[in-house]
Structures are given as structure tokens and as C-alpha cells.
T-cell receptor, first 114, second 112 residues
Framework: GDSVTQMEGPVTLSEEAFLTINCTYT??????LFWYVQYPGEGLQLLLK?????DKGSNKGFEATYRKETTSFHLEKGSVQVSDSAVYFC?????????????FGTGTLLAVQP | AAGVIQSPRHLIKEKRETATLKCYPI?????VYWYQQGPGQDPQFLIS???????DKGSIPDRFSAQQFSDYHSELNMSSLELGDSALYFC???????????FGPGTRLLVL
């Protein structure tokens, strides 16, 4: 079945460092891809999405490009802030059914130090 | 903008008790999804409803049932609770079964 693999955390960075969180997927067909962020004690917030190959999703300085040839959707940010500390989940939409249930990766904890 | 509302936010139950979690989708959203997130785990899909009909089923135990009502809100009923049911339960909604899902803040269930 469909699956998502994320790099394991925690990822610890200093403020203003460059961030990459790797995400690869396995899917039949052409899923949409998402990054969700979960701040401590809170729910999941949609960070960005891409619905087809070569699409680039972006939001709040974060970017990810849907790469069909490498089945990847890596999350990047040029300069992280302490407020970016959270758990980041990569997800794909499984279209095998009437609704698009999401399949998540295991999440990557990002800790940004001042 | 209005978001997904879940109630209660926190719930403590004893083993073998029942629990009911409620979800109010974003206005005009017709599709509701339920996910379970165990401690340190990724969210796992439980069940979804589209236009008040059950649509897809994931790893939902037989002890759990859910429905979507005429006003599109949904309830997840959990019976014979077990310690392993302790988790964060998320509801998400979308406009149409193929569109982006927006998540509620979750209900944290603790079974003692």
C-alpha cells in the first residue's frame, strides 16, 4: 500500500540555519502531497501542499517541490526561527476510495535554539 | 476564519467505559475524517464520511462506531475502552471528499 518515509529526528538547529527535512513516498497513481506542522500541545496545521508533479508548495518561508522522478517532497526553509520548533509531518492523500484519507510519515521533531 | 471544533478537548475515562467525541466541521464542509494519534506516533486514519454516508474505513476497532448527522457534525462513539485507546483523536473536514483536509485541535483521551 501507499506509504511515506520521513527522516528521523530530532533535528536541532541554531536560529537562521538552513532546514531540510527529507520525505519520500510510495504510491500507486498520483497522490497529492502535504506538509503538516504540529506545535506542542496543539493540532495539525496545514503548512503547504502540492497536487501534481513539479508543483512547488510554499508558505511562511517553507517550500517543498513534488518530484515524481525521485518520489520525494523534501521540506526546506532558508532561515529557521525559534518559533518554527514543532513536529513536521509529511503526508500523501490516498485516493483509493471515495475520500482522500491521509497517510502520514512518522513525523520529524525540529528544535531551533536561539 | 471558522475552524474545525472538537469537544471535549480532554477526557478521562476508566477501562470498559464508553466515550463520545464530537466534531463540528468548517461551515459548508461536507466531509469529515477521524484520525487517532498515539503517544509519539503519526496520525492513523480511522473512518470518513461524505455527505452523511460512511465513505472509507481504516484501522478502526469494532468497539468504535461513528456517524455524520444532517448538520454535518460527526460523533465517534467508543465502547469498552482499553488502556491502549489513550490517544489524541483528530477530526478533519474538507469540502468534497477530494479536497484539502483541515484539522481540529483534537480530543485527548486518557483511559485509566
Amino acid at each position: 500500500g501507499d506509504s511515506v518515509t520521513q527522516m528521523e529526528g530530532p533535528v536541532t538547529l541554531s536560529e537562521e540555519a538552513f532546514l531540510t527535512i527529507n520525505c519520500t513516498y510510495t504510491a500507486t497513481g498520483y497522490p497529492s502531497l502535504f506538509w503538516y506542522v504540529q506545535y506542542p500541545g496543539e493540532g495539525l496545521q496545514l503548512l503547504l501542499k502540492a497536487t501534481k508533479a513539479d508543483d512547488k508548495g510554499s508558505n511562511k518561508g517553507f517550500e517543498a517541490t513534488y518530484r515524481k522522478e525521485t518520489t520525494s517532497f523534501h521540506l526546506e526553509k532558508g532561515s529557521v526561527q525559534v518559533s518554527d520548533s514543532a513536529v513536521y509531518f509529511c503526508a500523501l492523500s490516498d485516493r483509493d476510495g471515495a475520500t482522500n484519507k491521509l497517510i502520514f510519515g512518522t513525523g520529524t521533531l525540529l528544535a531551533v535554539q536561539p | 476564519a471558522a475552524g474545525v471544533i472538537q469537544s471535549p478537548r480532554h477526557l478521562i475515562k476508566e477501562k470498559r467505559e464508553t466515550a463520545t467525541l464530537k466534531c463540528y466541521p468548517i461551515p459548508r464542509h461536507d466531509t469529515v475524517y477521524w484520525y487517532q494519534q498515539g503517544p509519539g506516533q503519526d496520525p492513523q486514519f480511522l473512518i470518513s464520511f461524505y455527505e452523511k454516508m460512511q465513505s472509507d474505513k481504516g484501522s478502526i476497532p469494532d468497539r468504535f462506531s461513528a456517524q455524520q448527522f444532517s448538520d454535518y457534525h460527526s460523533e465517534l462513539n467508543m465502547s469498552s475502552l482499553e488502556l491502549g485507546d489513550s490517544a489524541l483523536y483528530f477530526c478533519a473536514s474538507s469540502l468534497g471528499g477530494r479536497e484539502t483536509q483541515y484539522f481540529g485541535p483534537g480530543t485527548r483521551l486518557l483511559v485509566l
